[in-house]
């Protein structure tokens, strides 16, 4: 059991309503305190009674830093496809305008910390199956547990009015409470049964595939990268728990991300970085060309050999360095990348990885950057434009949130986003999976094919859609 005691949350409600009073507008409120280490996936699943479709959880690759967060504090959100990344960054400097906080650690992820994403392409017409998903929709917590570099700490986060009272205080803190003292020992044991496995039109997409390479070989553009559904039926509702926990002992190098949207879930496993700001360094990835794994350990070396010495998955990553160098150097004072990419070997496929670091200028911020990158190569194509009206035009599926950015941001201006990929959107018992692969001049349908069932894989698996 953690219990809080000693609380600076009182003192800052009562700020933050004389505040919110003089002021004629809300004011946040957030205190950070720190804690014993709990099981973060212990901590999300305590939420599920009181606040269940309003949850997230984020594990950095290496695992230095996760963040669990429950209830929404407050909500940015909208469908306007026009400066999306500037209206979030702009209403998110005016909830943290004149706040209240008492926070005396300086790691990150502590203070109030924003959470969410955007969606792949705001000018594609959306479906029901994103339906709870605005183009851009994040969370403030309520409540955000964080873990950074081996220290746990509680954020409590509050948004008072000039209407509230004292009673606020009463109501948040037993809530807090109630959470820390109701912690489980363990999750449920459960095991589902699949009943249904769907592709969506798996012809017509290779047949996509194959006219997307004879424009190519007009020279209409270079690459275009096409995604597919598949869609699976489970025997009864999806615990998500289960599926992080699945995730978080197969895919330990990866991002794991879970965010919850009024009762869907959007879940993965991705091994991409879109960029990371720590301060003035900025850390990117290229990560373009894929291989299977090898059932040995000398098959999987000449695999990954192979892969570096692939034409086309060599082009495919070039593509990536090209763009994502370009980026960089515009917003930083100075940049580092390796001259040659190297293999980044996960549980069931290997890529081609290049990373990128640098200084920024004093003027970007993390939103910005996150608009400059998106969508590298590695998820639209190249030119870029001309990559995403086919996309557009003729990829069946609504992307969504697939291959789009993910993460967080803090008060401080730092955070990381992530490509969402190797992810899939849970609705009750049923979930939709989603692959993708770079189409270039020299791609075939068949092969491009089974490329995405081995990127379906680690969704399948911790799902348990398949046997391992």
């Known amino acids: 059991m953690v219990t809080i005691h000693d609380t600076e949350l009182k003192e800052g409600i009562h700020e933050a309503i004389e505040k919110a009073k003089a002021l004629s507008k809300p004011i946040l409120v957030s205190e950070v305190k720190k804690i014993n280490e709990i099981d973060p996936l212990l ?62 650690y300086s790691n990150k992820g502590t203070g ?24 851009s929709l994040f969370h403030l917590p309520l409540f955000t547990y964080s873990i950074v570099d081996g220290e746990a700490f509680l954020t409590t986060n509050v948004i008072c009015t000039q209407h509230d009272d004292l009673s606020l205080y009463k109501k948040i803190e037993a809530n807090r409470q109630a959470i820390l003292t109701d912690l489980p020992s363990g999750l449920p044991a459960r095991s589902n049964t699949l ?132 980026a960089m150097k515009e917003t930083c004072e100075s940049v580092s990348i390796p001259d040659k990419p190297v293999l980044m070997k996960l549980k069931d496929i290997q890529h081609l990885y290049t990373p990128v670091t640098g200084t920024a200028k004093h003027d970007t911020s993390l939103l910005s950057l996150v608009e400059r990158l998106h969508p590298t190569p590695a998820l639209g194509g190249v030119p870029t434009e001309s990559a995403i009206k086919v996309i557009r035009e003729r990829e069946e599926l609504d992307r969504g949130f697939y291959a789009a950015p993910i993460g967080w941001l803090d008060y ?57």
Not at 51 to 64: L, T
Not at 113 to 134: C, I, M, V, Y
Not at 255 to 269: K, L, N, P, R, V
Not at 435 to 451: F, R, T
Request: net charge negative; hydrophobic share 40%.
């Open 195 to 326: 009943l249904k496995d769907e592709e969506i039109n798996p012809e017509a997409w290779m047949e996509t595939v194959e006219s997307v390479v004879n424009d190519m070989m007009n020279g209409l553009y270079q690459k275009v990268v096409l995604a597919r559904e598949e869609r699976l039926a489970f025997s009864q509702q999806i615990s998500i728990e289960d599926v992080l926990g699945n995730l978080l002992s197969r895919q330990k190098n990866s991002f794991i991300f879970a965010f919850e949207a009024s009762g869907d879930c959007f879940i993965g496993a991705t091994p991409e970085r879109l960029v990371k700001k720590e301060g003035k360094t900025l850390f990117s990835a290229c990560l373009a060309g894929s291989i299977r794994r090898g059932v040995t350990e000398d098959e999987d070396q000449e695999l990954g050999k192979e892969l570096l010495q692939d034409p086309k998955n060599t082009v495919e990553h070039h593509y990536v360095v090209e763009m994502i160098t370009a």
């Open 43 to 104: 901590f999300f699943h305590a939420g599920q009674a009181r606040y269940e479709g309003e949850r997230f959880f984020w594990k950095e690759d290496s695992g230095n830093e996760v963040f669990v967060g429950m209830g929404i504090c407050g909500q940015i959100q909208s469908d306007q496809a026009a400066d999306r990344f500037f209206l979030v960054k702009k209403e998110w400097e005016a909830l943290l305008q004149d706040m209240v906080i008492y926070n005396s």
């Open 112 to 135: 109030p910390l924003l959470f969410g994403g955007f969606s792949f392409d705001p000018n594609k017409e959306k479906t029901k199956l994103w339906s709870k998903f605005s183009h």
């Open 412 to 468: 401080r201006g730092d955070g990381e986003f992530a490509v969402a990929l190797r992810s899939g959107l849970i609705q009750g018992d049923e979930a939709s999976i989603f692959a993708g692969c770079g189409v270039v001049q020299h791609s075939e349908p068949l092969s491009e094919y089974e490329e995405t069932k081995i990127k379906f894989r680690p969704m399948r698996s911790a799902l348990g859609g398949m046997k391992q």
